[in-house]
């Protein structure tokens, strides 16, 4: 059964920590994305990946960093300088060729005290 | 540079009535328009795509939207919606990366 997974589902952290979100497709999709959903404001994106070892930064990078050694996984680590991280991040897929429609895993929600 | 509004931020309707979505979007490039819904703590899922062709588009749960050029529209409809169908929905143009470019979501509330 394809799909994309995002673990955990819910997160809590102190402040000043670091932590690292997970996303793992089976779709064989080539570009991966990763958006913040805050109350009101709909999805910004945070970072992109259309192909393995390369990714570029989106509109609110600042405080985030990721990762794509392999095709299936695109995580995401909130720093410690990302200066209000508490929201709802949702990773996100699709083919390069074709279809331009985005498939999402069902969010991982962050609260940071 | 790409832009998507959504002009509702909230649409309350009774159950069996017809129910209308607004969303107006911006592109200097070839556009490409989505329609997603969000229940509560979920992820999005495509309720429906334009790309080319007819401007009238028909998606899952009896949704349909209709690409308007002329007015930069592309607004979401239901004739006849349910108490299941209250949600979050989002409009979205593609970005000139590949990337989604949403609005900030119409949270419909469908009352008995």
């Known amino acids: 059964d394809g799909g994309i997974t995002q673990s955990p589902k819910y997160l809590f952290r102190k402040e000043g920590q670091n932590v690292t979100l997970s996303c793992e497709q089976n779709?064989?999709?080539?570009?991966m994305y990763w958006y913040r959903q805050d109350p009101g404001q709909g999805l910004r994106l945070i970072y992109y990946s259309q192909i393995v070892n390369d990714f570029q930064k989106g509109d609110i990078a600042e405080g985030y960093s990721v990762s794509r050694e392999k095709k299936e996984s695109f995580p995401l680590t909130v720093t410690s300088a990302q200066k209000n991280p508490t929201a709802f991040y949702l990773c996100?897929?699709?083919?390069?060729?074709?279809?331009?429609?985005?498939?999402f895993g069902p969010g991982t929600r962050l609260t940071v005290t | 540079a790409q832009s998507v509004t959504q002009l509702d931020s909230q649409v309350p309707v009774f159950e069996e009535a017809p129910v209308e979505l607004r969303c107006n979007y911006s592109s200097s490039v070839s556009v490409y328009l989505f329609w997603y819904v969000q229940y509560p703590n979920q992820g999005l899922q495509l309720l429906l795509k334009y790309l080319s062709g007819s401007t009238l588009v028909k998606g899952i749960n009896g949704f349909e939207a209709e690409f308007n050029k002329s007015q930069t529209s592309f607004h979401l409809r239901k004739p006849s919606v349910h108490i299941s169908d209250t949600a979050e929905y989002f409009c979205?143009?593609?970005?000139?990366?590949?990337?989604?470019?949403f609005g900030k979501g119409t949270k419909l509330s469908v009352k008995p």
């Open positions: 996100a897929s699709r083919t390069t060729s074709g279809a331009y429609e985005q498939y």
């Open positions: 779709l064989n999709h080539d570009a």
């Open positions: 979205a143009v593609r970005g000139s990366q590949g990337n989604l470019i």
